[in-house]
DNA sequence: AAGTGGTCTAGACCACGGC
DNA sequence: CCGTGGTCTAGACCACTTC
């Protein structure tokens, strides 16, 4: 007999049953503590042998979509909340329903920054671009925010641009790059004058500093950005895992 | 034929032959980058379906034991990082190899405080355990410590014990907690005189302040800790991932 | 007892990689 | 070409939960 459907279409079996699960979750048509077909049913349903309907339950299970219980089934996952998670400003202000700004101060082409460079994993000579930007909260300053990228392979990205959308976004659309993580050194220190006048807070204050270097999938470092946030109106917040 | 080897004894085969892989690899007889056994030599070695053989492998590879390459073969992976982990002081320090001591600077029973017990989920007027402890890295103070945790779950933890060994430790093994995650809230603040004082530093210096809530397996949170970091002296490191 | 997930068999075909 | 991992079959027995 044959083993495979050597079906000709590119999408496995066990993808199939895990779309057809996911779209009755995101429907609504099941909800978090529902029961899902087992995988029984869904060998039946999808004419499919008892491993691929389980290889599709085993595997949502993995990404915490689904619950499985021995004995009893395979129940939807309360929905999971995410952590340390990479947020553009937009994204975070956003997810917390909160009216955001942001303004452009600031937007050059430099060269010669070889700690910067060295950290996008570029010749020390590279054009960079540096881009200064404020981060408000309800027309409160809320944090400074500098981040610089390679001005020879993003060229382009306009002033223009960053005042409409975030630059995450441009990023993934205009230059089809995925972002995949961001390594961060967190630290404090206080503001100097020119951030405390720019901020709104006296010379002193403590701020936080968040040093992020951004990769993409491939892998490549594509964004630097230091951030000083006010400590007064900012909290980092963080799970480890043990 | 029969099915599984219903052989009685607990241990499932992938198991077994995921056991002989980790070992290989553990001591040493197996390098990054070598190539492990593939699908078939082990159902061979193992006497057992290529299934099953295959099992083991997909299950290493998503632990990021070993990269599986198709038409090439499975491999050792690089060592990888662990990023976000929750540790203990000590084991923080040892796994950077520095030189680190602990010290009690006080310790004892409060009550009434309620936004404390709140984080620990404890009644308002709960009896806690109160350490206020100094770090110190290579005899320069680096950070200062205060923890809390319920005198009633946790009786008997001794200032003596204390100065031996780690808090975590102690929960671990005397009182048979598995801690699985904190969540904390981190962000910038100054050196009061008494902070400034214990810490070597200048009043009104910039210190790193964690707050971590600390849960274990069950879910319960069993430790709150508030640190001041020396912001000179340590940088917070974290990944987030999109 | 009936149903569920967990483990397992003894094969199969496919797509891909390296020689 | 041959070996590799990726997908899949049509069953099986076990341990467990629920009724």
Redesign the pocket.
């Known amino acids: ?8 279409n590119a ?7 895990q779309a057809t699960i996911r779209k009755k979750i995101e429907d609504g048509r099941l909800k978090p503590g529902d ?9 039946k349903i ?13 595997e949502l ?1 993995r990404e915490g979509l689904v619950e ?8 939807v996952a309360p929905p999971k909340l995410e952590f340390n998670k990479l947020m553009s400003f937009t994204e975070q202000m956003s997810s917390r329903s909160m009216p955001a700004h942001s303004r452009v101060l600031y937007s050059t082409i430099i060269r010669g920054e070889h700690d910067i460079a060295a950290r996008l994993a570029l010749p020390a000579a590279s054009r960079l671009f540096m881009i200064e930007r404020m981060r408000e909260a309800g027309d409160e300053p809320f944090a400074l925010e500098t981040c610089y990228l390679s001005a020879d392979l993003y060229a382009g990205i306009a002033k223009a641009q960053l005042e409409r959308g975030s630059l995450f976004s441009i990023l993934e659309h205009d230059y089809r790059i995925v972002l995949a993580y961001a390594d961060e050194d967190v630290d404090a220190t206080t503001a100097d004058p020119k951030a405390a006048e720019l901020l709104g807070v006296s010379r002193g204050a403590p701020l936080l500093r968040i040093r992020q270097t951004i990769f993409s999938t491939d892998g490549k470092a594509v964004l630097y950005v230091l951030g000083l946030y006010r400590s007064d109106r900012h909290v980092l917040h963080i799970r480890r895992f043990r």
């Open positions: 007999m044959r083993a495979t459907g050597g079906n000709g999408l496995p079996a066990y993808r199939r049953i029961a899902v077909d087992s995988e029984r049913e869904l060998a999808h004419s499919v042998s008892l491993m691929t309907a389980r290889h599709a339950l085993a299970q499985r219980r021995r004995g009893s089934g395979t129940f």
